[in-house]
């Protein structure tokens, strides 16, 4: 299990072979041996000890076992360990028992016979994501052991740096002020200081000063007693009541209107407010949180907002960047998001890792809160266990030019999908007017490939099953085009 380089000891992963075929183990074992410890069991019974006994990484299975199922042992394995990649070897190619092994849990499935390049990709990726679902899983409980819960998975060194400064200043009282883009994890980042500060038994409230009218954000902050306008039959207290002994979140702070950030200053400064209708006024003891998508000292600077207020509620400032700045961030956020919502539906789905490069090309306008709503509607809508790109809103496979700057300004954590030989020189469907029709059917077929090539990251065999053809007619349709010329 370990090899030697340079005097270093190392450890290779270890691999699962299920075949009965005495010669498949040494072969693989040649192809892999550099890269992997290669175990064979040629019976489902055997194979089940060996995942006892050598604790294997992944897992390569052959559909013909003899006697036996090879999908149904490929459902015992995962039963012992779901977090184990496995992958189907078969000679019956089709798509009938690629679905089949897709929905029992399968990660990929590899034909026969089978290119050694293609098997180690595979093999790779299979382990590559295996790694990643386990550093979601170790990130989520730390971050619920420091923060009370895992929305705040990260692993960024500009999310990492925010999320220091807030474990800093939580023990404090100090207000602070969390700036950012919507949909970014502001009220997240709040909920994680209430958590980790000496008010986490209290309560925590939170008003949104954008989503209510000026005629009853007063009301909904400060309370009112019964009789202090028609209407009001009994006595209701406001948000700042609420969270005496917590925490009050203003979220949208910026629309808050001018009249009432005095009184929230007065507020603030003498601990005490007065309800509508109210004779004297009531104790409060609370922290506060606010959290604005705007420029707040750009609205000091424009007399929109006051300065003296600005600086009550911004003792310690916090900036959370927008998803675009933190690409590293999205595969771990898109597998925390699967995880869940996978155990909330009662569906065990899984993103490719073509899907999880895809999801990192885009840049996210609407942040973690995008991010979020598609992965809830894509475990929802999943009629199979693994999703590709193909199976993304085109939207979020090709986005639109009005988000190219962003993307170009965007650290990119890989490098983008190598051109293919015979990408159209246009920039899309329809062809050009002049093109006659065996033209425009070669420029629509073309133009599917090159698609097809940029969602699985310039993967062939990925890209032949999403365009329903084998590998080799897409080897053979790349090879017959010319590039940068529309045929004649």
Known sequence: MKATVKGRLLMRPTLLLVDDEPNMAWLLGQILGNEYNVCAASTGQEALSRMRTEKPDLALVDMRLGQEDGLQVLQ???????????????????????????????????????????????????LA???????????????????GQA???????????????????????APVLIMGESGTGKEVVARAIHALGPRHAGPFVAVNCAALPESLLESELFGYEAGAFTGARTRKPGRFECAHGGTLLLDEVADMPPPLQAKILR???????????????????????????????GEVQRGTFREDLYFRLAVIPLRIPPLRERQED???????FVKSFSEKYGKHVQLSPEALNTLQRYPWPGNVRELRNLIEQMVILAEKEVLEPVDFPPHIVRPSRATEPERQSAPCSGPPAAAEPGDPPFPGPPPPAEASLRQARLYAEWWAIREALRATGGNRTRAARILGISRRALLQK???MPGGHLPS
């Open 151 to 173: 929305d705040l998975v990260a692993v960024s060194p500009q999310m990492l740096k925010v999320l220091a400064m807030a474990e800093k200043v939580a023990p404090s009282d």
């Open 129 to 147: 994501h295996a790694r990643l679902s386990r550093r979601v899983e170790e990130l989520e409980r730390e971050l619920r052991r420091r923060y």
């Open 267 to 297: 507020v603030l400064e003498d601990g005490e407010v007065f309800p509508l209708g109210a004779r004297k006024p009531c104790p409060v003891d609370v922290r506060v949180v606010s959290c604005t998508n705007r420029d707040l000292p």
């Open 76 to 126: 015992e394995l995962r039963k012992t360990d779901p977090s184990m990649p496995v992958i189907v070897l078969t000679a019956y190619a089709t798509v009938k028992s690629a679905v089949e092994a897709m929905k029992a849990g399968a990660f990929d499935y590899v034909p026969k016979p089978f290119d050694p390049d293609e098997l180690k990709l595979t093999l790779s990726r299979a």
């Open 330 to 336: 999205i595969p771990l956020l898109a597998q925390h």
């Open 478 to 480: 790349l090879k017959t």
